[in-house]
């Protein structure tokens, strides 16, 4: 028996390029348990990758602002304060960063996403100041203004339950600040060797291997130990 996984993508399940790395579509579709996809990216993306590996799209996406399970979507965050910090961060010069035709926030419902080329610290500065608690995430492909009473931990305890199961029944892979909630849920996580300095505090093991290498070595003892 192999254990129901919470995977992140970016970083995890990807190439060093940002590619979806080939083996997920050789390692995930025949995983004889429940797969949640766990990321900051907004909902479509998680939901195609379920799709197109032929699993249950089973997600949780924006960070934990949105979880999807059974059919059922739950919309977790609130983006009324977010997208207020960001517009007082335009408003004072700032600039999200992704150019027209902005993919990136089209679908997103609950957070506001910025590039990496955006002015951190004034983005910081003016978050601090806002009226309502708000939280700016370092992904590391993406600054996330959010809500702090969302997140991939909160979101994945929902799920679980959802499906009958217990987080700490989890086994967890990520590389990320924003995964490291979904590790303290999860009874067994991994950061893979690139992850940030947060998530390597978090983790259970830190892996010799970065990106999917070190995550197709997790689920590779894992299948040994399930037999």
Known sequence: MVPPLALDIDGTLTTPSGRIDPRTFELLPDWDAPVVFA?????????????????????????????????????????????????????????????????????RETEVALSLDADEALLREVAAAAESRVEVVDTGYAYHVKSPDVSKGKALERVAEALGLAGAEFVAVGDSENDASTFGVAGESYAVANADATARDAADVVLDEGFMDGTEAVLAELRERGG
């Not at 059919?71 to 997208?83: K, M």
């Open 39 to 107: 990321t900051g990216k907004a909902f479509p993306y998680p939901v195609a990758l379920a799709h197109f590996l032929g699993r249950a799209e089973t997600v949780i996406a924006e960070n934990g602002g949105v979880a999807h399970v059974d059919g059922e979507t739950a919309v977790l965050g609130d983006p009324a304060v977010p997208r207020a910090v960001v517009e007082a961060y335009e408003a004072r010069g700032g600039e999200i960063g992704w150019g027209n035709g902005d993919t990136v926030n089209r679908w």
